[in-house]
């Protein structure tokens, strides 16, 4: 159904790479007041992703192996990934994500972040 939708938009991007600034603070967990101020700049390449009317759907590629019943796994290991390519996505176009996959090649699984 993703791949349809996919085919369906016109509009499909990939290997999209980004640089986005980030307050230090959301990585320096109770030394808000050494790094108070300080930005990091957050870079790396947004997989795929396409525009409907109504928003943006990306999709991240993954590789790794998913033993049975692993997907919650994968889904946590990567989840703050998506947030940040999600935020980026918007930055950049200016349109809001509306959905958010990770699609494994290990198994064709299709993971849906909420």
Do not use: H
Not at 32 to 42: H, K, Q, R, S
Not at 87 to 96: N, S
Request: with cysteine; charged share 35%.
């Amino acid at each position: 159904d993703l791949g349809r939708r996919m085919c369906a938009s016109g509009k499909v991007y990939r290997e999209v790479p980004f640089c986005i600034e980030i307050d230090s603070s959301e990585f320096t967990d109770g030394l808000d007041d050494v790094y108070e101020g300080e930005i990091t700049l957050l870079q790396g390449v947004i997989d795929c992703f396409f525009e409907e009317d109504d928003g943006l759907v990306l999709i991240d590629y993954k590789t790794d192996y998913v033993p049975q019943g692993g997907e919650d796994m994968i889904k946590e290991r990567y989840k703050l990934q998506i947030e940040y390519y999600s935020r980026a996505l918007e930055k950049l176009t200016g349109k809001k994500v509306k959905e958010k996959y990770i699609y494994l090649f290990w198994n064709g699984n299709v993971l849906e972040f909420k």
